[in-house]
């Protein structure tokens, strides 16, 4: 692995892997959706949309055709903390892809008449999400436990997106998608002579100060929203821990144990045991200053209660007696086996360097990963679930019928 910081502040990592013939790329941002003030709700997933929709020197029909043309995966992503656009291809084509994508990040036009028509795009993704419960639940119960933009909608609204013109996003733009905060990752097959074209295609980007993220602390709160649907969507949640958090290892570990699979705890007991649910998981939500730990079910409305019981009460044992020696043991190396499973692919590469550079302040050997989550012990598990789930702040969203 290789980190070079250009000029201007943006840096570029890297990680080498001779043996394939593809290569991943991207271009990751440390701005999100909890960048935006009120007014600005959805500006970051909108920016997100309108980078395909054509620069300077090419057309949207001509981004696409490039991109057809090269045979690889051009995506982008917004998230609460990052905006990210990247690639996958052949390692012949990786400077002719990112030529594409850098030109997006750089040069996009924004026109006025793209902008009307994306926003009926988007709108109809927002009635996708309405439409999709499970989305919806998530949505309602960061909106019941996070005040400010962090409980608001990544998509933002027909309200806040409405009025916004190529103007608002090129200032966006100019003020959160700085070289400071944004990083280049690459792995795969490449040589010396790609990493130098590709960092002659950032160099021009002009320097500027870092945007400030706005504070954010989890509370407790609850959320209700009727739809006629033949499920109930539950969602619950429990004060959770930041990204860089030392016990996150742990935090993991548990997650995994309590509802991460189907020999998981919650699964058995709620699904295999009592048979009242298709779907039920824990989930780990983890940001720079804060963070989330959860439980989603979808199931009958007359059995609801009866399932969120029995959901408290493996908690509660949880909290009592902790992980047996065989769950740490099988957990463990689930996670370890995901890991390094992964290494078989370039974009499972590219986002786990970029991720750990963006948020943990550089990535780190995979076996040093592999030695964190081996020091980890039953005691440590039960001291993070004590943690995370002892403290009485539950919030709770449910999407169904009362």
Known sequence: MEKITLKNGLRFVLESVPGVRSASAGIWVANGSRYESSSEAGVSHFIEHMLFKGTSSRSAAKIA????????????????????????????????????????????????????????????????????PEDLVM????????????????????????????????AYMDAHYVP????????GNYSDQTVLELMELFEKLP????????????????????????????????????????????????????????SSRLFQKVRED??????????LNTYSDTGMFGVYTALSQSTQARAEALIREEIDRFLQDGPTQE???????????NLLMGLESTMTRM??????TLFLGGAKPLEETIVRYDAVTREGVL??????????????????KA
């Open 65 to 132: 055709e490039e991109m057809d043309r090269l045979g690889g995966q051009f995506n982008a992503y917004t998230s609460r903390e990052n905006t990210t656009f990247y690639t996958r291809t052949l390692n012949v084509h990786l400077t002719d892809a990112m030529a594409v994508l850098s030109d997006m990040f750089m040069d996009s036009l924004f026109r006025d008449r793209d902008m009307a028509l994306e926003k009926t795009v988007i709108y109809e993704e927002i009635d996708m999400y309405e439409d999709s």
């Open 139 to 170: 949505d309602k119960l960061a909106e019941a436990a996070y005040d400010g933009a962090l409980g608001r909608p990544i998509i933002g609204t027909r309200e806040s997106l409405a009025p916004m013109t190529g103007r608002d996003l090129h």
């Open 180 to 187: 400071e905060n944004t990083i280049v990752a690459v792995a």
């Open 207 to 262: 320097k500027a100060p870092m945007p400030v993220c706005p504070p954010a602390a989890y509370r407790q709160g609850e959320n209700f929203t009727e739809k006629p649907i033949e499920q109930n969507h539950v969602a619950v949640a429990f004060p959770g821990i930041t990204y860089t958090a030392p016990d996150r290892f742990e935090a993991q570990v548990f997650s995994n144990i309590l509802g991460g699979g189907m």
């Open 274 to 283: 009592a048979g009242l649910c298709y779907s039920i998981y824990s989930f």
């Open 327 to 337: 769950e740490l043991d099988r957990t463990r190396d689930q996670i370890k086996t």
């Open 351 to 356: 986002n786990r360097l970029a991720q750990a």
């Open 383 to 400: 001291e993070i679930a004590r943690k995370l789930c002892g403290c009485g702040k539950m919030s709770r969203a449910v999407v169904g």
